[in-house]
């Protein structure tokens, strides 16, 4: 089953207001990272969180990770309009058979309305 | 100047014909990857090399080929194309192995199987 699951699957809001989007996960990782992905295009790294590290900020982007509970969250705050795209966490996971891979999630699509 | 650039951007063949994709980087990393993004945005790992090396093969039919001609190329090879490798196809890349570092990835092959 999928490690990386991201929730909402879809999110619409309006110019102005933050965006938060969630991530679970199964297995033990080294470190989560959130990507960006617009319409047609290739994704975009966001930030990268380890897993000895419970918060990261980087402009408007607020990462939070909860390894007791495997669960991420990203913040948009004062979205745009340019915001509009596809969110994906990933994890790198410690051990087993996937060591050394990046496993996405499914996504969580953010639209705002300006 | 782009950083992991693809070609072509639009793949659309028949059945049982055989296609390459090529991936670049110029940003003197020593890994690169292929990724599959199906038709539900999932993206999954495909192929990983590091330095020409094959380092990660997850399950994926053996009419995919990669081949790294060196450290700043990877391509990759379909023989015989079924209607289900029809996806977009993501090259990427990372300084490190495996999941702990940040990927940069290209813009996609949108590659079409009639």
């Known amino acids: 089953s999928q490690q990386g699951e991201e929730d909402p699957q879809a999110l619409s809001i309006q110019e102005g207001e933050n965006a938060t989007m969630n991530c679970s996960y199964k297995?033990?990782?080294?470190?989560l990272q959130w990507y960006r992905q617009n319409s047609g295009r290739g994704l975009v790294h966001l930030i990268l969180?380890?897993?000895?590290?419970r918060e990261k900020h980087s402009g408007r982007l607020r990462v939070t990770l909860d390894t007791s509970k495997k669960s991420s969250s990203l913040l948009i705050t004062a979205s745009r309009a340019a915001d509009t795209a596809s969110y994906f966490c990933?994890?790198?996971?410690?051990?087993?058979?996937?060591?050394?891979?990046?496993?996405f999630g499914k996504g969580t699509k953010l639209s705002v309305k300006p | 100047d782009t950083a992991v650039s693809q070609t072509p951007k639009y793949l659309v063949t028949q059945m049982g014909n055989d296609k390459s994709i090529k991936c670049e980087q110029n940003?003197?990393?020593?890994?690169m990857y292929w990724y599959k993004q199906d038709s539900k945005k999932f993206l999954k790992i495909m192929f990983s090399y590091n330095n020409k090396e094959l380092i990660i093969n997850e399950t994926v039919p053996n009419r995919f080929s990669p081949k790294s001609p060196d450290k700043a190329h990877l391509n990759l090879h379909i023989n015989s194309l079924e209607l289900g490798d029809s996806a977009v196809y993501f090259c990427?890349?990372?300084?490190?192995?495996?999941?702990?570092?940040?990927?940069?990835f290209g813009p996609g092959t949108r590659l079409l199987v009639l």
């Open positions: 297995t033990s990782i080294n470190n």
């Open positions: 969180i380890r897993s000895n590290e």
């Open positions: 990427a890349s990372s300084q490190g192995r495996g999941g702990r570092e940040t990927q940069y």
């Open positions: 990933a994890t790198a996971v410690n051990y087993g058979g996937s060591q050394g891979n990046l496993i």
């Open positions: 940003l003197g990393h020593d890994t």
